[in-house]
C-alpha cells in the first residue's frame, strides 16, 4: 500500500516536530512557538517541490524555521527592539544547528528551562522581562535603573550564555540518544 503525500508529510512533522520546536524556544519565543512551528511547517508543505530529496531534510526545515523567526520578529519590532546583531545570531545559531544536530530525540523544555534557572537574578528578570511578559525595552530599562543600550547589551551577552548552554545541553541529549 503506497503512502499518500499527506501521510508522507504527517510522518515527517511527527519526526521533526520536536528538534523544530526546540530551535524556537531557543530564541525565546516560547509564547509563539506553536505558532512559528506550525508556520515552518505549512512553509515546508507549500515549498516541498523545492526540496533536494539527495539532501538532509533537518538543515532545510531549520532554514525554514530561521526564516520564519526572522520574519517574525520583523514584523513585531514595534513590540520588541531587534537589532541587526539579533538576526545575525540568528544566522550563527541556524548553522550551529544544521551542523551538530542529530537525528535522535530533544527535549525542548528541559535544556531551554535548565539554562535560565542557572542565571544570576540580575541576568534573568531582564531576559523574563522581555520574552515571557513582552514588555518594552525602554520600561524594563527605566525600572532596573540602566539606559536603553546598556539593556541591550546586557540582553545580548546573556542570549548567548543561554544558547551556548542550550546547545551544549542539546548535542550532550543527542550523544546519549545515539548511544542508546
Known amino acids: 500500500m503506497e503512502r499518500s503525500r499527506e501521510e508522507l508529510f504527517g510522518l515527517l512533522v511527527r519526526e521533526h516536530e520536536r528538534p523544530i520546536r526546540a530551535y524556537v524556544l531557543a530564541r525565546g519565543l516560547g509564547r509563539d512557538a506553536d505558532d ?8 515546508a508543505w507549500k515549498n516541498l517541490h523545492q526540496f533536494d530529496p539527495g539532501r538532509s531534510l533537518r538543515p532545510w526545515l531549520l532554514g525554514i524555521a530561521r526564516n520564519v523567526i526572522a520574519l ?5 519590532k514595534s513590540r520588541h527592539c531587534i537589532s541587526t546583531a ?6 550563527y545559531e541556524h548553522t550551529a544547528l544544521t551542523d551538530n544536530s542529530q537525528d535522535g530525540t530533544i527535549d ?3 535544556a531551554p528551562n535548565a539554562c535560565l534557572g542557572t542565571l544570576d537574578p540580575q ?3 531582564p531576559i523574563i522581562s522581555t ?8 520600561s524594563i530599562a527605566l ?4 539606559t536603553w543600550e546598556t ?17 551544549g545541553k542539546l548535542r550532550r541529549e543527542d550523544r546519549v540518544a545515539a548511544r542508546a
Do not use: M, N
Not at 131 to 138: E, H, K, L
Not at 143 to 146: D, H, P, S, Y
Not at 158 to 163: A, D, F, G, I, Y
Open 36 to 43: 512559528l512551528v506550525q508556520d515552518v511547517f505549512v512553509a
Open 72 to 76: 517574525h520578529l520583523r514584523r513585531s
Open 86 to 91: 539579533d538576526t545575525e545570531a540568528l544566522d
Open 108 to 110: 525542548t523544555h528541559s
Open 123 to 125: 541576568a534573568r528578570e
Open 131 to 138: 520574552y515571557r511578559d513582552q514588555q518594552p525595552a525602554v
Open 143 to 146: 525600572r532596573l535603573g540602566l
Open 151 to 167: 539593556l541591550r547589551k546586557r540582553l545580548w551577552r546573556v542570549r548567548q550564555r543561554l544558547r551556548d548552554c542550550i546547545l
